[in-house]
C-alpha cells in the first residue's frame, strides 16, 4: 500500500474510492455469487428483466443476512449502532462489486438482447472485473507486467471455475 498523499489528486480520490469498495473479499464474494445467480436464472428466465430483478433481489436477501452475521458477532464490543455500521460498510462491497455486471444486464434490457446474450455480457463483465482486481493484486506485489496480465487470467478464470462450481452444486 503506498503512503498517504498530503493533497491527493482527484484521479488519486477516484482511485481510492474504488479501491475500498472494489478490493475486498466482500465485493470479491459479491460478484461471484451476484454472476452464479445471473447464471442460475437464465435457465428460467423469460426476458433480461427477469433475470435482473431475480439477481438482483437474492443478492440484497444475502447482503442483508451479511450484515446481519457482521453485526451479530460485533454487537458485544461495539453496541447495535456501531456494529451495523460497521458491517453496513464491510459488506457494502458486495453491492459495488456487481454494479458492472448490473450495468451489463440494464444495457440487454434497453438494446433488447436475447436473455442468453446478456448473461454471456454479465460473465464478462464480472471477467474484466476479476481480472482488474487480480493485475492489481500482482501489480502490488510487485511482478512484472506479464506476471501482472498471467495473474489476472488466472483471478478471472478462477472465478469461472467457482461459478461454474456454484451451478453445479444447486
Keep these: 500500500m503506498s503512503a498517504p498523499v498530503a493533497n491527493p ?5 477516484v482511485k481510492a474510492w474504488l479501491d475500498v469498495r472494489f478490493r475486498s473479499p466482500a465485493a470479491i464474494y459479491g460478484l461471484i455469487v451476484f454472476t452464479t445467480f445471473v447464471t442460475l436464472a437464465d435457465d428460467e428466465a423469460h426476458d433480461v428483466a427477469e433475470v435482473l430483478l431475480n439477481s438482483t433481489a437474492t443478492l440484497i436477501v444475502f447482503f442483508i443476512a451479511h ?4 453485526t451479530l458477532t460485533e454487537h458485544g464490543d461495539h453496541g ?9 460498510r464491510h459488506a457494502s462491497g458486495m453491492l459495488y ?15 433488447h438482447q436475447s436473455v442468453s446474450d446478456a448473461v454471456d455480457n454479465c460473465v464478462t463483465a464480472m471477467f474484466i472485473v476479476l481480472a482488474i482486481l487480480g493485475y492489481q493484486a500482482f501489480r502490488r506485489r510487485g511482478y512484472r507486467v506479464f506476471g501482472r496480465l498471467m495473474g489476472a487470467l488466472a483471478t478471472s478464470f478462477l472465478g469461472i471455475v467457482i461459478v461454474i462450481l456454484e451451478i453445479a452444486v444447486h
Design 9 to 13: 489528486t482527484a484521479w488519486q480520490r
Design 67 to 70: 450484515v446481519f452475521a457482521h
Design 80 to 88: 447495535f449502532r456501531g456494529s451495523t455500521r460497521n458491517a453496513v
Design 97 to 111: 462489486a456487481s454494479v458492472p455486471s448490473i450495468l451489463a444486464l440494464v444495457y440487454g434490457i434497453v438494446t
